[in-house]
């Protein structure tokens, strides 16, 4: 219930919001690589955000800078909270108060416009400096505790990164056929 309070005053049922979240969210998680890569020696990172719509399923992938524990749970599972405000991201990326990195994402709301996708989220993701991800975990609506496991990305080329699969509700598959979005 908290998830329609929250979503239908900001975004009606419009599917094309939850992808312009979750693909703001992809191209910020691409920025901070590019800067990680490039402080640790590596200039010729490139980002990549690759979306999907396959069979009734939406798919968007990333190969940024992932989550780790305390992003997962303290930020994109937590609705309005916002992980480029908190201390950890400021003294990576905002040394002297001012953001080395470009933002698109604002609110945190980023998993609940998901919903307005389909109604079961799952979520691939490895953190930059992580050695493990967090696979295979997904929750929905009525999801209670998260069953979170911990296992390597499973992407040929590059493991960090994030995944997430939404299988479309009939209504938004509708407003993603091929004559109104390619």
């Known amino acids: 219930e908290i998830v329609k309070l929250m979503m239908e005053p900001l975004y009606g049922d419009d599917p094309t919001y939850g992808v312009r979240e979750l693909l703001q969210n992809a191209v910020d998680a691409c920025l901070e690589r590019e800067k990680w890569e490039k ?3 590596n200039p010729n990172y ?4 690759d979306i999907r719509i396959e069979n ?3 798919t968007i992938t990333d190969n940024g800078m992932g989550m780790n524990e305390d992003v997962l749970l303290n930020y994109y599972l937590s609705a309005g909270s916002s992980y480029r405000s908190s201390d950890t ?9 001012k953001s080395q990195v470009a933002r698109t994402g604002k609110f ?8 307005l996708l389909g109604d079961k989220i799952e979520v691939h993701t490895q953190h930059r400096e992580d050695n493990q991800g967090y696979s ?3 929750f929905d609506k009525d999801s209670k505790p998260l069953d979170i496991k911990r296992e390597r ?6 493991p960090f990164g994030t995944t997430i699969t939404i299988q ?5 598959h509708r407003g993603f056929h091929p004559i109104n979005y390619n």
């Open 56 to 58: 009734g399923v939406f």
């Open 89 to 97: 991201w400021m003294a990576a990326n905002a040394p002297d108060g």
């Open 136 to 138: 295979q975990f997904s």
């Open 108 to 115: 945190g709301v980023g998993f609940l416009a998901a919903f």
């Open 39 to 41: 402080d640790h020696g």
């Open 46 to 49: 490139k980002g990549l955000v």
């Open 168 to 172: 479309l509700h009939k209504d938004a």
């Open 153 to 158: 990305r499973n992407t040929p080329d590059d």
